[in-house]
């Protein structure tokens, strides 16, 4: 059982110049080195008194703790330890590719780990966040996956493993892509409109914030039992960036040149 630092989370005070940044599906790999600078470029821009939520899927995938020189993900690393060092407060909750993103990553970046659900309160309004595929349902094949592979017995056991064999073995998963191809939108199924509002019920939030799907938006829904809510959708970062810019009661969703915004209350 991974022991998470969540009571260790600094309660960051959001004034009118405390931008809190939300990212996630960049799907980082060596062999994509423009997709890396895009990443670069970004995180030089954030200063100390931002936060960063990373949503999952930063990496395209990860084989445990061990393996970020195998996978040539040792400068994503140093890239964020030191944007850590800057000040800048980074929060890490895993997706279905970097679920096995663990304690000595954090301890080696000065991220944060959060649980595979989180709601902030030090907001205007308490929202959830989480990856994404959770509210995927309809997918039977990946929420079976996601019960065998989330299970402590067995990352346990993979993890003991050799990495070639990790490796191996991570290559014979459907989300695993072939060839560093990157997947397609269509690939993936897009959310349960229930489960949706089942977790938003379940966390009492009116405001939801999650990635994994690639189809960036901002939804405004209407709850029959408890009325409006909003899903925010973050895009993932090919062949532009894509983040969500929380400023106050402002939030801002990014996708390229594009934006759609939000006021929060
Ligand atoms: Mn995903």
């Not at 200063?47 to 960063?52: E, F, W």
């Not at 996978?71 to 944007?83: A, K, M």
């Not at 080696?108 to 959060?114: A, P």
């Not at 299970?151 to 070639?164: E, G, H, P």
């Amino acid at each position: 059982m991974l022991a998470y630092a969540a009571g260790a989370i600094p309660i960051s005070y959001l004034g009118d110049f405390f931008l809190i940044y939300f990212i996630s599906d960049l799907h980082l790999t060596p062999k994509d080195t423009a997709l890396t600078q895009q990443f670069r470029v970004f995180i030089d821009q954030l200063t100390s008194a931002d936060s960063l939520y990373i949503l999952g899927d930063l990496f395209e995938y990860w084989l445990g703790d061990d393996t970020a020189k195998y996978l040539g993900q040792q400068s994503i690393e140093t890239d964020l330890r030191q944007l850590t060092d800057r000040g800048v407060e980074v929060f890490f909750l895993r997706g279905n590719r970097d679920f096995l993103v663990g304690l000595d990553f954090c301890a080696r970046t000065g991220c944060c780990l959060l649980p595979e659900q989180h709601i902030l309160t030090n907001t205007t309004t308490p929202i959830l966040l989480l990856h994404g595929d959770s509210l995927c349902t309809e997918d039977t094949e990946h929420q079976a996956f996601r019960l065998l592979v989330r299970n402590d017995t067995w990352q346990s056991d993979f993890l003991a493993r050799s990495i070639v064999e990790r490796d191996t073995m991570a290559r014979a998963v459907r989300y695993r892509s072939e060839s560093g191809k990157r997947i397609k939108p269509a690939d993936i199924m897009d959310v349960n409109p229930e489960t949706v509002f089942e977790k938003m019920r379940g966390a009492k939030v009116r405001l939801m914030i999650h990635g994994h799907t690639h189809r960036p938006a901002i939804h405004r829904l209407e709850d029959e039992r408890t009325g409006p809510m909003v899903r925010i959708v973050l895009g993932d970062w090919g062949p532009t960036p894509s983040f969500a810019k929380l400023d106050g009661s402002s939030l801002e969703l990014w996708c390229g040149d594009d934006a759609d915004r939000i006021t929060l209350s």
